[in-house]
């Protein structure tokens, strides 16, 4: 997609905007992006993920996920979605503060082709959630286990069918997870923070292990598919929503582009974003991390506290 200016080594061309904020790009950023590189937001994680395999994508309460575990996590979990019968343009809500099983739901909906429905986990009334849930359409839902009574009280009247509930404590560790386990034992039996539940829901582990044992179907997603539903903070009124296309995945490649130069920069240092992974500026952030192999760490001290991205890998050449 061109900008209508070219790189640094070319010859300008007129734009309707006169290119006036190219003064402020970073030295060596070209100003011109190839639309074909990437076919949707999919095909730009399973490169990624492959060329940065072994290091940390994600670390969370001292536990770390690395670039190669996100692709098996995410693709069990749409191994689970194609299994359950999520087909492409169905929607899948996420209703979840920053956690490891993130990131897993989330590129995982995406690879099955379903659109990307994130809700905000600090909806608190059921009225404001089943608004969503109504206007959306959505049929699944992953949902942080201290919210999982709001999507209960909610879901009447709404298509969902599917509830899977996630927690703090899941993909702390590997096999048994004992680290896990023990803290999930604490919050429910001691700090007494997660609710009882009485409607039918899976565990978002559960979903990997079934999905792990099922063959994983790759699911063709052009640049017209809508990758995301995006609802604003019904600032004015109820939320009011946006459809973002897999042609998003132009902007996340120049993201990665500049992060790519600015990483050399960073080498070794932090660069705090204060938002939920469930925000378009941080999904942004999460993607131009993927992109040049990047650690995030996302602090979980508040649903919208701080995510953190830590340059400490060599930019690729």
Sequence with gaps: MSTGQSSSCGTA????????????????IT??????????????????VQRFAD??????????????????????????????GVQHGDRVALMMPNTLAYPVALFGALAAGAIVVNVNPLYYTVRELAHQLKDCGAQTIVVFDRF????????????????????????????????????DLFLRHVKKSVPRLRAARVRHAATLAMGRKAKFEPVRIGHGD???????????????????????HRQCDAGARVGERRARQWQGNRRDAVASL?????????????????????SIRAISARSRVRYTAKPSP
């Design 13 to 28: 061309h007129p734009h309707a905007t006169d290119g006036i904020w190219y003064a402020s790009y970073p030295q060596g």
């Design 31 to 48: 100003l011109d992006i190839e639309p074909s590189r990437y076919h949707s937001i999919t095909h730009f994680f399973d490169e990624s």
């Design 55 to 84: 290091r940390v994508a994600y670390v969370s309460l001292g536990s770390t996920l690395t670039f190669d575990a996100l692709r098996r996590h995410a693709h069990a979990f749409t191994s689970y979605l194609q299994q359950l």
């Design 148 to 183: 999982a009574k709001t999507v209960q009280d909610a879901q009447a009247g709404t298509r969902v069918r599917n509830v899977i509930v996630t927690g703090i404590s899941d993909l702390l560790g590997s096999w048994l997870n004992v680290k896990g386990r023990t803290l």
């Design 226 to 248: 809508i990758a995301f539903i995006q609802y604003t903070g019904k600032m004015a009124g109820v939320a009011k929503d946006a459809m973002l296309t897999s042609q998003y």
């Design 278 to 298: 469930s925000r378009v500026f941080a999904t942004i952030n999460v993607l131009m991390a993927l992109g040049i192999g990047a650690r995030h760490e996302p």
